[in-house]
């Protein structure tokens, strides 16, 4: 249970700290006192959303600390010991806000990411807020509420994730789909740009090669003429070539290097030069032997890189890359033949995961049909305590089109309710009237909310718009809640208030210089004196007090403590 709420610069809140106790604990005080702050303030130390306009002006931050009994809390205990959090017998939360709006959360001192301080406060407290009568006429609540009391947690898990899957793998499907038009025009395109590519059978560098071949066949004779004189003038010619002329030179200097050593190295490097010369002139000659004219050979090749360049043209790219592009093309066939084939995979794939959810779905339906008995029939009790003798509540659970179904399962959820005797059943914002709706919430969310388990349940002036002999019941109904845990309940009813075993007082106190709220603990008197107060308004009369003493005087001795 919660046993010590500690807020420091929070909104309008300068300082507060109060102990609670077990049973049942009513808040009161004037409006604007600060008593849903309070809860506020207990909300953000269980992780809700908070922002910078949380901190007090002139603050630099805001802190709440909610300090809890784990006596019997062995749920909460296998909790923080598995996530090494666990202390002894208390669990401090703990939440900062900075004035620059950034947040941190800690559990027994250690700082943590604020989904496990959200994850933590789920399991210690339960709160229902001023406005619980109206977020229950969406259906979405509805369907929340009942899968709550059924427990269908991990069933709705399942079907969130089994619908998840097929979703992902339907769009897939539709994108594969969408596309496969396109992907059938170019596979043609493709694998007639293919056919011709293979056709030309060009390899790497081919083309290179053919233009120099082209360049060389075309000046063939003027080639040929210039080797044939150029052999001549090296080797060939009877008189005066450049090898005779080198042979005589080479032949004269030997002779003289038996005369003079110096000249060995000349002679040897002639000799040299005579056969480099003999090889370039049998080069020259095979050269000269090649570039016999061939007309058949100039025009194979001319045609060769016409049909190269007009292929180019009308693939889009060069003679140079065409070999490169039937690599390209033949890739990105591939791809859409892998992708026409994975189609085929995800759509049988999507009909599985499609059944999987039809599959969990329905088993989530039969939960929630023999939920909605049980929630019904609970909560129609309930009305009748609650002054609604001739009310029945039902609750609808239509089984959806498959078209229809979505994350949450193929269920609509509607919360119906009869409010007198003969009367059909309707939806619950069309049947019930404002003060019915209070109590109508009320009777859900009690139900609910003991479903829930958590040893903390938090009432924020749910009973608004109830008064009379209803508000003394709802105290009741609060009281028998209160039967082995803990709730608090904001209050403005002197009926409700005087049902609590323990009631605090919340209240401004002006200074000169600032506005605190204080909260304390009433006893005796004090006690007496605040439910007048709630039942007198401002003047008190004796016969207000005597009223407000017989209220606790009725009610104590139902009372736990």
Not at 52 to 67: C, L, M, P
Not at 74 to 103: P, Y
Not at 122 to 145: P, T, Y
Request: hydrophobic letters at 45%.
């Amino acid at each position: 249970m919660l046993s010590r709420l500690h807020i420091r610069n929070l909104a309008v809140l300068d300082e507060v700290e109060t102990e609670l106790r077990a049973g049942f604990n009513a808040l009161t005080g004037e409006t604007g006192a600060g008593k849903s702050m309070l809860v506020d303030a207990l909300a953000l130390a269980l992780g809700s959303r908070a922002d910078s306009g949380a901190v007090r002006s002139g603050a630099e931050k805001a802190e709440v600390t909610a300090v809890f009994d784990l006596d019997a809390a062995h749920d909460v205990r296998a909790w923080l010991c598995a996530r090494d959090l666990d202390g002894e017998d208390e669990c401090q939360l703990r939440r900062v806000i900075t004035a620059e709006g950034r947040s941190r959360g800690y559990i027994n001192g250690q700082p943590v990411p604020l989904e496990q301080l959200r994850e933590l406060g789920s399991r210690l407290v339960e709160i229902c807020g001023q406005h619980a009568h109206q977020s229950l006429l969406a259906r979405a609540a509805q369907r929340d509420v009942l899968d709550a009391h059924g427990r269908h947690g991990q069933l709705v898990a399942e079907v969130a994730d089994a619908w998840a899957r097929w979703q992902a793998l339907e769009t897939e499907r539709r994108t594969l789909l969408e596309a496969q038009a396109d992907r059938l025009a170019r596979r043609e395109l493709l694998a007639y740009q293919i056919g011709e590519l293979r056709a030309l059978a060009l390899q790497p560098g081919e083309i290179e090669a053919l233009e120099q071949e082209q360049v060389v066949l075309a000046n063939a004779g003027r080639i040929r003429a210039g080797v044939g004189q150029a052999l001549d003038r090296i080797y060939d010619a009877d008189e005066g070539s450049a090898h005779a002329l080198l042979g005589s030179a080479a032949r004269e200097i030997t002779a003289l290097a038996h005369l003079d050593p110096a000249l060995a190295q000349p002679a040897a490097a002639l000799a040299q030069v005579l056969v480099q010369v003999a090889d370039t002139a049998n080069e020259l000659r095979h050269r000269l032997e090649a570039l016999e004219h061939d007309p058949g050979r100039q025009d194979a090749v001319e045609s060769r890189l016409a049909a190269a360049q007009e292929l180019a043209r009308r693939q889009r790219s060069t003679p140079e890359a065409l070999w490169q592009r039937l690599a390209a093309a033949e890739s990105e066939l591939g791809t859409i033949d892998a992708s026409d084939e994975r189609l085929g995979q995800i759509a049988a794939e999507a009909a599985r995961q499609a059944d999987v959810f039809a599959e969990a779905s329905g088993r989530l339906h039969r939960a929630r049909c023999q939920a909605a008995d049980s929630l019904a029939t609970a909560v129609t009790a309930n009305l009748r305590e609650l002054g609604m003798p001739g009310a029945t509540f039902r609750i609808h659970v239509e089984a959806l089109a498959p078209g229809q179904a979505g994350p949450s399962g193929a269920d609509l959820v509607e919360f119906q309710v009869t409010t007198g005797a003969g009367q059909p059943p309707g939806p619950m914002a069309r049947i019930a009237s404002g003060g019915e709706l209070s109590r109508l919430s009320l009777a859900i969310q009690a139900v609910a909310m003991a479903a829930h388990g958590a040893p903390t349940l938090v009432f924020d002036e749910v009973d608004a718009g109830i008064g009379g002999g209803v508000a003394e019941i709802v105290g009741q109904s609060l009281r028998r809640l209160s039967t082995g845990r803990q709730v608090l309940c904001v209050t403005h009813l002197a009926q409700v208030a005087s049902q609590a075993d323990h009631h605090f007082a919340v209240s401004k106190v002006s200074g000169t210089r600032s506005t605190r709220t204080g909260i304390r603990e009433l006893k005796g008197n004090d006690r007496v004196e605040e439910i007048a107060r709630m039942l007198g308004g401002v003047t008190l009369t004796e016969r207000t007090r005597a009223h407000a003493r017989e209220m606790l005087a009725s009610a104590r001795p139902r009372q736990a403590g």
